[in-house]
């Protein structure tokens, strides 16, 4: 197909030879992909002209400022603004477990022509030209007579599969080399390695006074909720983008999770919160997404203050900064009186482990009801963690703490096990119309041995399966790809017989995307909804959500159930559950066994139901 010679502009890679790379004697790009695109190019009537390379790779500033069509010799992980649809994969290679693949991303102005012509031309090429190809890059002759499709073609193969690793083999040595030496993570940041070596200078130098460590928490899961995932990404590289303008040369930025983080130097340490307010307050009034103010803030540390070990120090930052965000601040200063709750949730989490083994973690269970006749229908297993120090602690003092620093799968497979338990001794007494839900974070559930471990733990037990419900919390954004495994593992444990609700229903980006995509059982309705439905408008979303829900076979159960009014309206929608201290608080184990053993289980009047024992601090 001829297109009239139309121009197509393309970024390079200048270093990686020999897919490809730049020549600086001939001002050209050469290697095995540029002679792809030169016959591509004339083969469908394109004149196709690459950007000249400046003194680093322009790949990342090309395609953001949506300069180019086509971003070239890409790498697996390589990711790039404006990019349209899934990458053209070129070449693919798997040698001791690693994986490499070579790909064309298409940019969103690029013609939509020019883009099925390349995946059809793409899609022609065999592995075995662009082997050819390669061997012809670093100067040797590919052989023309083929052999068996399944081996490689031509005399001396041994030695061309050896050549092959080795080209291979160079290409990932230097794409080491590259990031050791660049350093750079996603955004364009510095790894936190480098982060961590700076800082060990910095404490350990005469002039640590001048330096601060600065933590700018973005709430990502809170944007990625109300948005979804893409909407906090741009959040994440908008606020990196920021920090480097107004950074000075010399300076190391990295990240850390959802924070941004940089080891800032100020002749008068004083002018560091000064400059981070500045930065928080361009994040928040120029991003493409509406902010609340709590959900970008800063947290400083001074290095005359602080401890000489970084991760003692990027615990509290972080942790200021969380408090900041919570608070309403644009910052806050780390190593003050206001720093008291930092040092107790880095207490926590050094106790966190030798908490399970010690079994300092007890079970309590709040009841849900039937909507309609008010008898107790099954329960929902939480946590409480009777601290030797700390005394007992409510679930918001420690749930959110494990939640950040990834230590949350520990404690949901430990309430997995207390709940199966609980589960197991009720059908010993011949009781099996009671269902107990046990709550897992959305990051614990898109792990991919979480399917294998839940059948692990849950074939040690002989209840009924489907009283067994894992109760998803609304908690965490996840990539695309935890998304899938995500799902993946929603139906592996259904197709094992447990059951699967979404907790925390309605007010989250992904609980639509959720229930068109994701296979579930049931829907629990945030309280906020509960909370809001006495209003025109609230009661219509509401209703709206409950008739989809039951359409699509879904139980549907209610949260924060306080008031007569409210139990008035979802029982004229329908609703099926209800949880809430109207009807019960969360019982300990024992007292929550022994109602449910002596049948009683009505809660129309509630019965004085109370929490043995238990100051909720």
């Given at each position: 197909?001829?297109?009239?010679?139309?121009?197509?502009?393309?970024?390079?890679?200048?270093?990686?030879?020999?897919?490809?790379?730049?020549?600086?004697?001939?001002?050209?790009?050469?290697?095995a992909?540029?002679?792809?695109?030169?016959?591509?190019?004339q083969e469908y009537?394109?004149?196709?002209?690459?950007?000249?390379?400046?003194e680093?790779?322009r790949?990342?500033e090309?395609?953001?400022?949506?300069?180019?069509?086509?971003?070239?010799?890409?790498?697996?992980?390589?990711?790039?603004?404006?990019?349209?649809?899934?990458?053209?994969?070129?070449?693919?290679?798997?040698?001791?477990?690693?994986?490499?693949?070579?790909?064309?991303?298409l940019?969103?102005?690029?013609?939509?022509?020019?883009?099925?012509?390349?995946?059809?031309?793409?899609?022609?090429?065999?592995?075995?030209?662009?082997?050819?190809?390669?061997?012809?890059?670093v100067?040797?002759?590919?052989?023309?007579?083929?052999?068996?499709?399944?081996?490689?073609?031509?005399?001396?193969?041994?030695?061309?599969?050896?050549?092959?690793?080795?080209?291979?083999?160079?290409?990932?040595?230097?794409?080491?080399?590259?990031?050791?030496?660049?350093?750079r993570?996603?955004?364009?940041?510095?790894?936190?390695?480098?982060?961590?070596e700076?800082?060990?200078?910095?404490?350990?130098?005469?002039?640590?006074?001048?330096?601060?460590?600065?933590?700018?928490?973005?709430?990502?899961?809170?944007?990625?909720?109300?948005?979804?995932?893409?909407?906090?990404?741009?959040?994440?590289?908008?606020?990196?983008?920021?920090?480097?303008?107004?950074?000075?040369?010399?300076?190391?930025?990295?990240?850390?999770?959802?924070?941004?983080?940089?080891?800032?130097?100020?002749?008068?340490?004083?002018?560091?919160?000064?400059?981070?307010?500045?930065?928080?307050?361009?994040?928040?009034?120029?991003?493409?997404?509406?902010?609340?103010?709590?959900?970008?803030?800063?947290?400083?540390?001074?290095?005359?203050?602080?401890?000489?070990?970084?991760?003692?120090?990027?615990?509290h930052?972080?942790?200021?900064?969380?408090?900041?965000?919570?608070?309403?601040?644009?910052?806050?200063?780390?190593?003050?009186?206001?720093?008291?709750?930092?040092?107790?949730?880095?207490?926590?989490?050094?106790?966190?482990?030798?908490?399970?083994?010690?079994?300092?973690?007890?079970?309590?269970?709040q009841?849900?009801?039937?909507?309609?006749?008010?008898?107790?229908?099954?329960?929902?297993?939480?946590?409480?963690?009777?601290?030797?120090?700390?005394?007992?602690?409510?679930?918001?003092?420690?749930?959110?703490?494990?939640?950040?620093?990834?230590?949350?799968?520990?404690?949901?497979?430990?309430?997995?096990?207390?709940?199966?338990?609980?589960?197991?001794?009720?059908?010993?007494?011949?009781?099996?119309?009671?269902?107990?839900?046990?709550?897992?974070?959305?990051?614990?559930?898109?792990?991919?041995?979480?399917?294998?471990?839940?059948?692990?733990?849950?074939?040690?037990y002989?209840?009924?399966?489907?009283?067994?419900?894992?109760?998803?919390?609304?908690?965490?954004?996840?990539?695309?790809?935890?998304?899938?495994?995500?799902?993946?593992n929603?139906?592996?444990?259904?197709?094992?017989?447990?059951?699967v609700?979404?907790?925390?229903?309605?007010?989250?980006?992904?609980?639509?995307?959720?229930?068109?995509?994701?296979?579930?059982?049931?829907?629990?309705?945030?309280?906020?909804?509960?909370?809001?439905?006495q209003?025109?408008?609230?009661?219509?979303?509401?209703?709206?959500?409950?008739q989809?829900?039951?359409?699509?076979?879904?139980?549907?159960?209610?949260?924060?159930?306080?008031?007569?009014?409210?139990?008035?309206?979802?029982?004229?929608?329908?609703?099926?559950a209800?949880?809430?201290?109207?009807?019960?608080?969360?019982?300990?184990?024992?007292?929550?066994?022994?109602?449910?053993?002596?049948?009683?289980?009505?809660?129309?009047?509630?019965?004085?139901?109370?929490?043995?024992?238990?100051?909720?601090?």
């Amino acid at each position: 197909m001829q297109t009239d010679g139309k121009i197509i502009y393309a970024a390079g890679n200048p270093d990686l030879y020999p897919i490809e790379y730049y020549d600086a004697e001939s001002q050209t790009y050469q290697g095995a992909i540029p002679e792809f695109l030169d016959t591509f190019a004339q083969e469908y009537g394109y004149d196709l002209r690459y950007f000249q390379p400046g003194e680093e790779d322009r790949r990342v500033e090309l395609a953001k400022n949506q300069q180019v069509d086509l971003i070239s010799g890409s790498e697996a992980g390589d990711w790039y603004d404006h990019t349209d649809r899934e990458p053209v994969l070129l070449f693919d290679s798997e040698t001791d477990d690693e994986e490499e693949a070579y790909a064309l991303f298409l940019t969103q102005v690029s013609p939509s022509q020019f883009q099925e012509d390349l995946r059809e031309y793409a899609a022609r090429v065999s592995q075995e030209e662009w082997t050819g190809a390669i061997l012809q890059s670093v100067g040797e002759e590919a052989p023309q007579q083929q052999m068996h499709p399944g081996l490689l073609w031509g005399a001396g193969a041994a030695f061309l599969v050896l050549l092959i690793a080795l080209i291979l083999a160079l290409l990932r040595l230097r794409k080491r080399k590259r990031t050791a030496v660049q350093n750079r993570s996603e955004g364009g940041l510095d790894s936190l390695d480098t982060l961590k070596e700076a800082y060990a200078n910095a404490a350990a130098s005469p002039i640590r006074s001048g330096y601060s460590l600065v933590c700018i928490h973005l709430d990502l899961d809170h944007i990625g909720r109300l948005w979804g995932y893409e909407r906090a990404r741009e959040l994440f590289f908008h606020g990196a983008q920021i920090l480097r303008k107004e950074s000075e040369a010399g300076e190391i930025l990295a990240n850390c999770g959802e924070d941004l983080l940089i080891l800032k130097r100020t002749a008068e340490p004083g002018k560091t919160a000064q400059w981070t307010d500045g930065v928080v307050q361009q994040i928040r009034t120029t991003s493409a997404v509406g902010l609340r103010p709590q959900d970008v803030a800063a947290g400083v540390y001074p290095l005359a203050a602080a401890s000489r070990d970084f991760d003692d120090t990027l615990f509290h930052v972080r942790q200021c900064a969380r408090a900041a965000c919570r608070e309403d601040q644009a910052s806050r200063l780390c190593g003050t009186d206001q720093c008291r709750f930092c040092q107790e949730r880095w207490s926590l989490l050094e106790d966190f482990f030798h908490a399970l083994e010690r079994k300092e973690f007890q079970l309590s269970i709040q009841f849900f009801v039937d909507a309609f006749t008010f008898q107790i229908v099954g329960g929902e297993a939480l946590s409480r963690w009777y601290h030797p120090k700390f005394g007992l602690l409510n679930p918001t003092r420690y749930i959110p703490l494990l939640e950040e620093t990834g230590q949350i799968k520990a404690l949901d497979f430990y309430g997995m096990e207390k709940a199966c338990a609980f589960l197991e001794e009720l059908a010993g007494h011949k009781v099996q119309d009671f269902f107990l839900s046990c709550n897992f974070a959305r990051r614990t559930v898109s792990a991919p041995d979480f399917a294998q471990r839940c059948a692990q733990v849950i074939q040690q037990y002989t209840f009924p399966r489907k009283l067994l419900i894992l109760e998803v919390t609304e908690s965490q954004q996840m990539s695309s790809s935890e998304t899938e495994q995500f799902y993946c593992n929603i139906q592996a444990v259904r197709a094992n017989g447990m059951r699967v609700i979404f907790d925390d229903f309605g007010v989250g980006f992904s609980s639509f995307h959720d229930l068109q995509n994701c296979p579930m059982d049931g829907l629990k309705l945030d309280k906020e909804l509960v909370d809001n439905m006495q209003t025109e408008k609230g009661e219509a979303i509401l209703n709206a959500l409950v008739q989809a829900g039951h359409r699509m076979g879904l139980t549907i159960l209610a949260e924060g159930v306080e008031q007569e009014e409210q139990i008035a309206i979802l029982q004229k929608l329908h609703c099926d559950a209800f949880q809430g201290f109207r009807f019960a608080v969360p019982l300990p184990e024992l007292e929550a066994r022994k109602r449910i053993l002596q049948g009683k289980r009505s809660l129309k009047d509630r019965d004085n139901i109370r929490e043995e024992n238990c100051h909720v601090e």
